[in-house]
């Protein structure tokens, strides 16, 4: 079957390109028919030539056009809604329902008509007027804008209908898109939607455009152009760092979201007091999705004793009965595989015995324990990222332990402390969260990391390298 | 003479050093008396050790107290206001008056009590309050904060007195100063006021501290010490691009301000309106300080016609007239030399042809010219920054070139525009006020980039390489 055309200027056209790639049903492990072409330079700079044009119409646009496409995009997927869901399923496995159709899509639509109220209301500018003075300063566009989207959220964080691309979008900047490569299909009808959205709303061509994949060497030279603005990237630590390595050496903005383990301290006082409760939630919080969010609770910090015992065997029994999930792609499969023998290697225990899905990418669900003094030999390795269903539990021998993981930590999106409602564990809290703040983007008291809410006051963002 | 100690944890204490310097007097080029230690490491990691335990300390503090700190602070740079200025006159060759006791000490110490009411009053930490979702949003201190102080504002900019340590105080975070190799004297005088500032409020130790020089590896790993919260340099692009290198490396924060050549677009109209006047201007901007200013009009774009002819001949003869000034350090006058050697092989014409200052570091007033086009063949070089008493003329054919110039500017702190009142520059400023925003800080209607206001909307920053 012959490659899918790119998104250039508004129209579908061949690929320059020399090489394709195929996406995979995660359900079989099979590759899929649609082949998609891996981009050279040529439609790189052909994008960036057009999102430089787009780039000065939308500079002088009226915020309130703008906001109109951006709804007018909303629309278009929900027109689409069917196909998306469908796509989406079939290239991420993520289950229609609970999940693409009834959550994850409402919420991107929700985004992007959340970003039109945005440019509407303009208050991002930030403007600052000096009558006496005779100045005004405020925040303006900053020009095309590169988005890489993620693996594990199809719509939601998708390169060209995601939270990224909306908040560009929203302040006036055209974006250029470069899929995930285990969903580019889904990308592609989301990339469709755009189009139909921009020739209704009559906006530049290419204010939005898609490239399915280049080489690393031709994406590192894209964030770095000086053509570009801006980019964002939501993806695995190791790409990342190459990019964000080649837009600082030229001093180009870039935000990303690379890794985060999201430390979970659980207290003495909440186990007693409810300890079968925060089990329970800590098994849906490390299980939802496979465990394939950024928020996924995947280092979970403990005192000894009882309680604690009484705990980790609650839990060790759920994730013994709950069936493995599909992981979202082969390579999530082998790197989470590799993260499990990275911890064990260092010395953590397996206290999980289970077994894979029959078919697919999959992985058994697996809970790991190791004590707080053997991490804090090796804090680095036992920070090691295993992005799936996996958990290590560290057992710390009393608070001042705590404080030295905590403070030990790397940075994080997220940082939860569990403690009870009488107060017995306050001054382990007042200990402990001082030091946990600092390295993570928001503390949550008695919830778990994946627990988000949409609102001008959600900080989904940490110290590097979270992002 | 044996070196001065160093300031860590609030005692004047020997400096772990193997090395020491002297500064200049840059009027007899003389090297003065006192001698300043370059610190090893054990300096760094013990200033960052007594850091670590304020940033604990300060993280929990009242707002208002913080506050006291940066007005008693003010109170003790104005009581130490004689010495300071005569200190800073030995070193910078400044002149005391009009600048550095009537102008940049009051500017600094109002600098120092702006910071203490935006403490008191807390909007930069741009709270958001969801109390439906029971979200609270908003900034804190990151952490101990280095700051590396310029050469042309011994107070304003100082390492532990100007702006970048004021800020950073001012939410929350202490400060370890590295002082500009040009004014060690001042920068020590400056931290002796800091001293007695943070005794008389009962401030942490080591709020603010001070080194006078480190290796250029001891800087670049301290600027990555996992125990910095952030960095903030002003300074030679050369040096700063290591630090930022190496700090984002890590991942860790850096506001760099590095050069900027601010352009100074004039429209034919503007001048044969008040040519005479606009020369006098630009004389005066550019050779204020000696041309030793971040916003120093370094570039500076003219139509082809008979207006620009008499405007560059009103600006060569003033050029020639005014006496050389005294240059900041041998290193200025070194990096001048060569800017000007360089913009001379790339073909701009020298229109001047006068002497340096008798004595001291000096280098003779420069004016050169380039015909757009040949701009254009090489725009990196002929943005070379000559920092100093030295302006490059550009001089384009049409309005075309005015934008595809702009077009090839790299960022900049300023870009200015001067156009006429009564309305025929008005189809030419719209075509180039788009371009040329995209690639500046602030832009000026009427005004040389060296006019300044205090303003929470005045905008001191712009796109890289400017910060």
């Known amino acids: 079957m012959s490659c899918h055309p790119v998104l250039i200027d508004g129209q579908w056209r061949p690929a320059v390109s020399s090489s394709s790639f195929n996406a995979s049903n995660p359900q079989t492990g099979a590759s899929l028919d649609e082949s998609y072409p891996v981009s050279d330079w040529a439609d790189c700079d052909a994008a960036l030539e057009a999102a430089t044009v787009a780039a000065r119409q939308l500079r002088s646009m009226a915020p309130e056009r703008i906001a109109d496409f951006l709804e007018a995009f909303a629309d278009q997927i929900e027109k689409q809604a069917e196909a998306l869901v469908e796509m989406a399923h ?29 440019a509407r209301e303009g208050s991002w500018m930030a403007a600052n007027i000096d009558t006496q003075a ?18 594990n959220f199809p719509f939601a964080f998708g390169s060209v209908s995601g939270g990224d691309a909306a908040a560009a979008l929203a302040a006036g900047n055209p974006i250029i898109g470069k899929a995930n490569s285990s969903h580019p299909g889904t990308t592609r009808l989301c990339a469709e939607a755009a189009i139909a959205a921009i020739e209704a709303t009559d906006m530049p061509r290419a204010t939005v455009q898609l490239l399915y994949r280049t080489s690393h060497s031709d994406g590192e030279r894209l964030v770095a152009d000086p053509r570009v603005g801006a980019t964002g990237y939501t993806g695995s630590r190791g790409a990342g760092l190459k990019l964000k390595a080649a837009a600082d050496a030229v001093g180009k903005p870039i935000y990303l979201e690379l890794s985060s383990i999201n430390p979970v301290v659980i ?100 809970l790991l324990s190791v004590s707080g003094s053997e991490f804090l030999k090796a804090p680095e390795t036992f920070q090691t990222e295993a992005f799936g269903n996996c958990s290590l539990i ?48 928001r503390i949550l008291n008695d919830k778990m990391p994946t627990c988000f809410s949409f609102s001008p006051a959600m900080n989904h963002g940490g110290p590097f390298p979270a992002t």
Chains 1, 2 share one sequence.
Do not use: W
Not at 304 to 319: D, I
Not at 409 to 435: F, K
């Open 90 to 118: 079939l290239e991420t496995a993520l289950p229609t329902s609970p999940r693409l159709a009834d959550v994850e899509l409402p919420r991107t639509t929700n985004q992007l008509r959340l970003a039109a109220a945005a």
């Open 134 to 151: 005779g100045l005004r300063s405020h925040f303006a566009p900053i020009g095309p804008v590169c988005v890489f989207g993620p693996n």
């Open 267 to 366: 207290l003495p006082g909440a186990l007693r007091e409810r300890g079968a409760d925060i089990a329970q939630d800590f098994v849906v919080s490390g299980l939802m999705g496979t465990g394939q969010f950024c928020t996924n609770p995947g280092v979970t910090i403990l005192l000894e004793g009882s309680e604690s015992e009484t705990f980790v065997e609650q839990v060790r029994s759920k994730y013994a009965e709950a069936p493995a999930g599909i992981l979202l792609s082969k390579s999530v499969e082998s790197s989470l595989t590799a993260g499990i023998e990275t911890l064990v290697a260092a010395g953590a225990n397996s206290l999980t015995s289970g077994t894979a899905a029959a078919s697919g990418f999959s992985c058994p669900n697996t």
């Open 394 to 441: 560290v057992v710390a021998q009393d608070v001042d332990e705590v404080v030295a993981i905590a403070a030990s930590l790397e940075g994080n999106l997220t940082g939860c402390i569990y403690s009870d409602t009488q107060g017995s564990d306050d001054d382990a809290y007042d200990r402990i969260a001082p030091e946990l703040r600092t390295k993570v983007g």
